[in-house]
């Protein structure tokens, strides 16, 4: 490799700028983490509504920003079930909680450690002998001590998961980010072991002070897995200091962001397809700390990324040699321990030494975001390679996806939110979503104006309040045929979340109590409103429905902002539970008793709740509601105009989630229209989309019905 200074500065800038392409510049890394906490704080308000204490931590590459698009990393979270005290010290122990009390001996490997079961009325431990009178499969007795086995995590696992250690994958499904769900325990004081970590200081000065006294706070986890080496294969508990790890990455400047990145491409490219996987990208970001606190500040800028890189490969090379890889915190767990067999010993190195040997030429064969042909472009090595997406288009892209990450959130909440109180009745789900207000309107008044709470807040509140509005309307519609001007308040307060969703639930409610004038006002803002270029439908309701990202207005406007453009580009599906049927026209009706029992059986409750309700997509609701509302008025022309719109977006609109549906709705307009055979063939196109759950079966038993009755006389 050359040794001359202006050559490692050249391929450093030049490196710098090939990355800020791809995305891993400020303005990205900030805006990927952003949209990561939003999802956190989203997760929180949730729990705080329903009166759970089952926090939900975002933690890893799409959290800290430390991904690419080429990386596709996993969404890993991580579940604390808080209904268990962890403790180190039997001072910490608390009456009526499932205290368990941290243990390490010799039996245990450095970073782990044993659950010990406590008694809930004195810090005593539970006797053995207990187990032989009310059996546990989550405890055993071992050592003369009840103790808390690591199995624990195989109760949370979803059918067609894969266990990969104390996490459950949800693996290539359709549309969605592979998922990493971990199981945890929290621990509320930081690890003894962990203690000599606050008290060094390294020749970067870093972490800082400050850094550690954060960490110090935050505690640790224990999570469901055994060491490598253990005695204990399904004793042992690994301790987890997330948190502590979390800070650190999000205090690192964009240098080293960068050079861990190419770190994790190198492993992905070069070293982990010939060795089985056995590096992992913590050990690299494991290599990144010791490297950061053992040298200057000053060394980490951008015009010296390629020797930062080089620092911490002749690092990682040096833990191969001696096959240890010291926890960054506890530094006496060796994360390499039991994991590299010496045939992949020698490869690693091998591998390792031929890319500190070649410098910049490995770069250049990364295949990942065509880093490396991007690389040999920025070094005029090559013609301009016109095959790869411009700087622009990535930062679109990634843009785009974080905007979706969001929409999806918040269906999810709403959703999950709206199936706790599904079978209450009409006045019970009017309370709890009042409640549900309520909590979430003191919530906004008491945090900072700049407070990533509030953005939650100002996501999740106009959906429950078009909820709200609308139940109370169905109210009103049933016993006074009106709609109160509370329910109008409600539904004007649910208005401008998105360009459509609460505009259409206003406008149903309007038609359902012939209230034509004000229907139709109201369709006419929202189609004004609804820009075909930018708008997209979003849905999260069938869990393997995939999504198509083609609207390139759409993209363009996602790198504009942030989750505020949601209110100007998306269109959530109408949703309407039972007790809003007042507000729901009859041809929608059908789609509330769409399954028959047979139906039922097939079903996955936790996911398939929402069939018992009626959920259409908005720009088709939007054209079926004025076909109806023109129809009202007799504007023949413009009732017909909106059939063609009803039929053109079904059949060209590719992101619909309820295509179903929107056929089912077609088909009765086509009744409407006297056309019998098209309205069939709704049906029947609507059944190929969706075999089971379809409302589509009693539209056919009924349409045949009829044309049997209007055949009769004839027959006769």
Known sequence: MSQDPDYYRTVS???????????????????????????ETMDRCTDILLHKD?????????????????????????????????????????????????????????????LQRLRMDEPLPVPTDSLDHVPDRHLTASRGKVLLKNTLNRVFVSEGDVINGPASSAQGRSGYTDKDLVIALCCKSWPVEAQPWL???????????????????????????????????ELEWRISTSQAERCLMLNLNITQL???????????????????????????????????????????????????????????QNFVTQENCPHFITPENNLMAGRISPHNKHKILEILQNILQGGDCALQEIPTDDLGMRLQVKMNMDEAFLYYQTRAQIHNTISTLLLLNTISTICVHHKHLLREIMHDGNERVRERLSDFIFTLTR??????????????????????????????????IYTTHSISPEALGWFSAGLNLDVASGRLKLASALYCVGDMERAEFVLRNTEEKYDLNTVEPA?????????????????????TGNEELIQHTTAFCVTFLRCEIGCVPKELQYEMFRSTQEDRLERIEMADYWLDWAVVDSLPYLYFLQYKTYGSFQRVADQHCALANLVTTIETESNLGHRETALNLLGQCMEQENRHTDALHCYMKSLNIQARNNAAKVLICRLLNEIVNMQGPALN
């Open 54 to 114: 089952i926090p939900i931590y975002r933690f890893g590459s799409q959290s800290e920003g430390s991904t690419t698009l080429g990386l596709k990393s996993d969404a890993d979270a991580l579940i604390c079930l808080t209904m268990f005290n962890v403790i180190q010290d039997r001072s910490e122990w608390q009456p009526g909680k499932l205290n368990l009390l941290m243990i390490q001996d010799e039996t245990t490997s450095p970073g782990y450690c044993l």
């Open 539 to 559: 849905c999260n309701c069938y869990y393997e429905h995939p999504v198509y990202y083609s609207r390139l207005g759409f993209m363009h406007k996602c790198n």
């Open 13 to 39: 800038l030049k490196l710098s700028e090939v990355l800020s392409d791809i995305g891993v510049n400020k303005r990205m890394i900030l805006k990927r983490r952003r949209i990561i906490f939003l999802k």
């Open 258 to 316: 960068r050079c861990y990145i190419l770190m994790k491409m190198i492993l992905k490219t070069f070293i982990n397809p010939q060795c089985d996987g056995v590096l992992s990208s913590f050990m690299c970001k494991t290599v990144l700390f010791h490297c950061i606190q053992n040298t200057r500040s000053n060394h980490w800028r951008q015009s010296n990324l390629l020797p930062c890189l080089i620092c911490c490969l002749t690092v990682l």
């Open 199 to 233: 008290l060094q200081q390294g020749l970067g000065r870093w972490p800082t002070e400050d850094m550690k006294r954060y960490c110090e706070t935050t505690g640790c986890f224990v999570v469901p897995v055994s060491s490598k080496n253990g005695q204990n294969e």
């Open 443 to 476: 919530m906004y008044r008491v945090v900072g104006l700049s407070s990533l709470v509030k953005s939650a807040l100002k996501l999740l509140l106009p959906r429950f309040s078009s909820s709200l509005g609308s139940v109370i309307a169905s109210h009103n």
